[in-house]
């Protein structure tokens, strides 16, 4: 009787899949979360189906320490061919003879070539963070800001955009180890071609971090950094609508020095349900409708960007070549934050942020930045974008006004009751 009751709750442990209902309501209640708002955070995205369930698969018991053919631990013989097979679809989209698909976020991918090349205390030359950088990029809180000597190159004042005269005077006075070209919040192509021809001259390493962007250059939208970058670092969970991870694209006479750097430089064992789904991702990004889908993305960003500037907002560098475009709020006298509450409250969800020469701290800000990668993906095009635009500027305009914020906040449910994602899951 005993040894019975002992087996049955063997079983329900193992076997019954429905009992942290806590766990499941609060995921469905994000579902519709997802279902119901607009999602116009640039850095965000809509994972195809796939990419979700891949991620949620029994892979994610495995320990895998080491890379493909040399692990240590037994039973890898399948999670060697996931791994390997994310590498040669990595390697095929980008072009490249090298990728490291362990990182397991964009900020890994990035202390890893620091790991990989640096020592402490060498000097970096990146982009300001108020300017567009990124925190891995030497913010003082993260390990790049401690360890090294960071020095920052700014926009141009006048056009709020990347003055490569500037940075090729800076480069020289610094005369840094490692130079970054990328962004988390610059609208404008960046020409990693002059990054290059700088580095050169002064004898620096190269690093692109493409997080924002990597679903642009795997759909040729925007120039590439492989070959021209010593290195090329990327999150796969923003344009290239993957899984929340990081990646590493290089020359493969670095790859000794960055998959120790990767493992067991700074991370254990790889997320394999990740990696595996990162291969998924990558064959979507193979895809022609993929080249669609980075053209139409621009496409949408450019529209709405022109639509709110007819409509009297000051947009950050004049206009948009990529994903994002930044809008100055200084003018309405309102803050980056409260245009973030106010339009969350109608349910449009984007994100407050410093812009160029910003004097408000990072808390309040003096700009919103949009993107347009999760509308694209749910199928919206250029009439949606001027529908989003209006609904914006009247939600901004409006702010004291609850009857008009409900009306604006009913018209967002209607749109995005016709563009569904997620009907399978
Ligand atoms: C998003 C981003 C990262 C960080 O990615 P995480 O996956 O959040 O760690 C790094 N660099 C840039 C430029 C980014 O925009």
Sequence with gaps: MKKDNNKKKH???????????????????????????????????????????????????????????????????????????????????????YS????????????????????????????????????????AQNLSGKYFEIHTYSVDPETEQIDYENVRKLAKRVQPKLMIAGASSYSRIIDFNKFREI?????????ADIAHI????????????????????????????????GLILADKKYSGLINKSVFPGIQGGPLMHVIAAKAVAFREAMEN???????RIIENSRAMCSFLKDEGFRIVSGGTDNHLFLIDLTELGMTGME???????????????VIPYDKLNPDLTSGIRIGTPAV?????????????????????????????????????KELVSNFPVYTDI
Excluded: W
Aim: charged content about 25%; glycine content about 10%; overall charge neutral.
């Design 11 to 97: 079983e329900n442990h193992t076997l019954n899949k429905d009992t942290d209902t806590e766990v499941r309501k609060i995921i469905e209640r994000e579902l519709a979360r997802q279902k119901s708002q607009l999602v116009l955070i640039a850095s965000e995205n809509f994972a195809s189906e796939e990419v979700v369930k891949t991620m949620g698969s029994v892979l994610t018991n495995k320990y895998a320490e080491g890379y493909p053919g040399n692990r240590y631990y037994g039973g890898c013989e399948h999670i060697d061919e996931i791994e390997e097979l994310a590498i040669n679809r990595a390697n095929k989209l980008f072009g490249s003879n």
């Design 100 to 139: 490291n698909v362990q990182p397991h976020s964009g900020v890994q991918a990035n202390t890893a070539i620091f790991l990989a090349v640096l020592n402490p205390y060498d000097k970096v030359l990146s982009m300001n963070l108020r300017d567009g950088g990124h925190l891995s990029h030497g913010h």
């Design 199 to 207: 580095a050169d001259e002064v004898g620096a390493y190269l690093m």
């Design 214 to 245: 990597a679903g642009l250059i795997a759909s040729d939208c925007h120039p590439t950094s492989v070959g021209v970058a010593d290195f090329t670092t990327a999150t796969t969970h923003k344009t290239i609508r993957g899984p929340r991870g």
């Design 289 to 295: 409708s993929f080249k669609e889908y980075g053209r």
């Design 339 to 353: 245009a973030q509450n106010v339009l969350s409250s109608v349910g449009i969800i984007l994100n407050k942020n």
């Design 376 to 412: 694209t993906t749910q199928g919206m095009g250029t009439e949606e974008m001027y529908k989003i635009g209006e609904l914006i500027s009247y939600t901004l305009k409006n702010r004291a006004n609850k009857t008009k914020l409900d009306g604006a906040h009913k018209k967002v």
